[in-house]
């Protein structure tokens, strides 16, 4: 309590002697400094529950074990999530980009750790994920919740979100350049020119911690054997095609799988069961697939791939170069399937270290394949690294982090070119057949997601339950005329709306449409408001995006829509509260632009 109280009197003297932007860059060495520890908490305490588990200190690497522990781990996982955070769990970046765009970039202060906790159990215990995405999400609470206890504006806080997972990303690759393009290309929409300095300070910082505390066995790392050589040019394009078409089916499969455990939502452990135990079965003829995969990466860039068969059932297949050439292709493959079928049952983790390994293998594949068969002399070493910015850059729309990833893992930009060309051709052809990555698919479907649309994205920020209005009359189906003008007569609007006995909306009633019978009462006097109203021919839903809801106000030409909960009447929303809700938004987040 102490040492909290000397930190909130800290901040508050800063705060007072420094500029808002000076405060910022202090702000993004904390952030990064903290977020950089946790990442590499995280990578660290995985790489010891792994060794742990499968050393002779543990338990023996025998076959059985490479069956039941990532069940294990899914399981105690599900649990862990179900007893402490009461099934309150958010994952990956698409709970980070909801935060930013529905909750104004606040996210709940468990995340801070149960990320850590939760992928690391997964992983650690052999699930077939990559930590990256748990990173990302730690580092993002990081910092959007150091700007809430500060009391930082929903522009800054995002900015510190993105601060804390641009550090996450630069240190558990000791890549900074590339945790600065991940969060600009993947976190964030909108970005001035200000914003850079204190995303290069937080990316630098969690480099700086990596560098100083991770063992280079940790983390992945390459040494090039073979310089690019542009007679291999053409190669290379036809590895981005190819690069290119197992993207879009690494985020087909993934989302297959991800759809048919949507029904046994609820039934956590039998999900985590039946997604455990398929794992373990995968796992157990296709050893590589246990963890993350990185060190199966390094076996196959440094050209030695019969390592991968030891505890394979295939071990005495080692020495067929084409059988090994083969085993590399169906793993590569079945990869996307064991990382789907992890995080669809109920482990965590995310798909930056499957696609990596997915590129990898497709890279090694691809290039051996070739020098196999046309007797050239391709650097199999080379493609297998290029190929893995290729399909990371497909699944995670994210040309650039892949590229300067890479670039920067490898140590040096030797392979730029070829960098370019296959991540430049495989978000072309991935863009075309799937317009959004996976983390985003599902929010932009639901009208979610910001977009580089500043229109958009102050329209995604309104929430339909601020502005709906419930100041409307309701008038029953039954209601006759001369009840209805008595109605009218109390009320400040002119449309009515209409319901049955169980509060349904069946129509509207508008005052213009009845002004004339309104005089001439002796006519009408069996009228009743079910016969005056008109049906409602556009109707919003309670849970409907801000978007979709400005299409209908042009499609109707209506000032005023109503607004319904599963037909059940709620109220009405108007052009005239969008409209002022717009300008309070553009005020509050783009005023200092």
């Not at 060495?29 to 590499?40: E, N, R, Y």
């Not at 007893?83 to 606040?106: C, E, N, P, Q, R």
């Not at 008038?475 to 006995?501: A, G, Q």
Request: proline letters at 3%; glycine letters at 8%; hydrophobic letters at 45%.
């Amino acid at each position: 309590m102490r040492l909290q109280k000397i930190y909130h009197i800290s901040i508050l003297w800063l705060k007072k002697h420094l500029s808002s932007k000076q405060f910022i860059l202090f702000s993004s060495v904390l952030v990064g400094l903290t977020s950089g520890m946790a990442a590499i908490l995280l990578k660290t305490l995985v790489y010891y529950i792994h060794n742990f588990l499968t050393s002779d200190f543990g338990f023996s690497f025998q076959q059985y074990l490479l069956f039941i522990l990532p069940l294990v781990g899914i399981l105690l996982t599900v649990g862990y999530i179900k007893i402490f955070l009461k099934d309150k769990f958010g994952k990956g970046s698409a709970h980070i980009l909801y935060s930013i765009a529905k909750k104004s970039s606040f996210i709940e202060k468990q995340t801070m750790y149960s990320h850590i906790i939760t992928s690391a159990i997964t992983v650690g215990f052999g699930g077939s994920a990559g930590l990256e995405a748990p990173i990302v999400v730690t580092g993002s609470a990081i910092g959007a919740n150091y700007g809430r206890v500060n009391l930082l504006s929903y522009k800054e806080r995002t900015l510190l979100l993105a601060c804390g997972a641009a550090s996450g990303i630069a240190a558990v690759f000791n890549a900074p350049v590339a945790g600065v393009m991940f969060a600009l290309e993947v976190l964030l929409t909108e970005v001035s020119i200000s914003a850079f300095i204190p995303l290069i300070i937080s990316s630098a910082v969690g480099a700086l911690c990596s560098k100083i505390i991770l063992q280079e066995n940790i983390l992945l790392h390459f040494t090039l054997q073979q310089p690019f050589n542009y007679f291999n040019v053409p190669f290379y394009i036809g590895l981005g095609l190819l690069t290119g078409f197992v993207s879009i089916y690494y985020t087909r499969i993934f989302s297959g799988i991800e759809g048919l455990f949507k029904p046994t939502e609820k039934r956590n452990i039998i999900k985590a069961c039946v997604g455990g135990l398929v794992l373990g079965l995968l796992i157990l003829i296709f050893p590589p697939l246990f963890g993350e995969g990185y060190e199966s990466i390094k076996v196959l860039a440094n050209g030695i791939p019969e390592q991968m068969f030891r505890n394979s059932l295939f071990d005495k297949f080692s020495n067929n170069e084409w059988f090994v050439l083969f085993f590399i292709l169906v793993v590569g493959l079945v990869k996307v399937v064991a990382a789907s079928l992890t995080i669809s049952s109920g482990g965590n983790g995310g798909n930056f270290a499957p696609s990596l390994f997915v590129g990898g293998f497709i890279g090694f594949f691809y290039s051996k394949f070739i020098n196999l068969t046309f007797l050239t002399r391709l650097p199999v070493s080379n493609f297998t690294i290029v190929a893995m910015a290729g399909i990371l850059c497909g699944v995670m729309h994210a040309p650039l982090t892949g590229i300067f990833l890479i670039a920067e893992i490898t140590g040096g930009y030797e392979l730029m070119i070829p960098l370019m060309i296959v991540s430049s051709i495989t978000f072309i052809l991935v863009k075309h057949f799937e317009p959004y990555s996976l983390d985003k698919k599902e929010l932009a479907k639901k009208g979610e997601l910001l977009t580089t649309d500043k229109d958009k994205n102050i329209l995604t920020l309104l929430q339909l339950s601020e502005i709906i209005e419930k100041n409307f009359t309701v008038v029953s189906s039954d209601c006759s005329i001369h009840e209805l003008i008595n109605i009218i007569s109390h009320s400040k609007r002119n449309i009515f709306p209409v319901t049955d006995k169980n509060d349904h909306l069946i129509g509207i009633i508008s005052l213009d449409d009845i002004r004339e019978l309104m005089f001439e009462l002796d006519n009408f006097e069996d009228v009743f408001a079910i016969e005056l109203m008109n049906k409602a021919k556009y109707v919003v839903q309670v849970n409907e995006s801000m978007d979709s809801v400005m299409k209908k106000f042009d499609e109707s030409g209506n000032w005023n829509l109503p607004v319904v909960d599963k037909n059940k009447y709620v109220g009405f929303i108007s052009k005239s509260s969008v409209f002022t809700k717009y300008r309070e938004k553009l005020k509050r987040n783009y005023s200092d632009e």
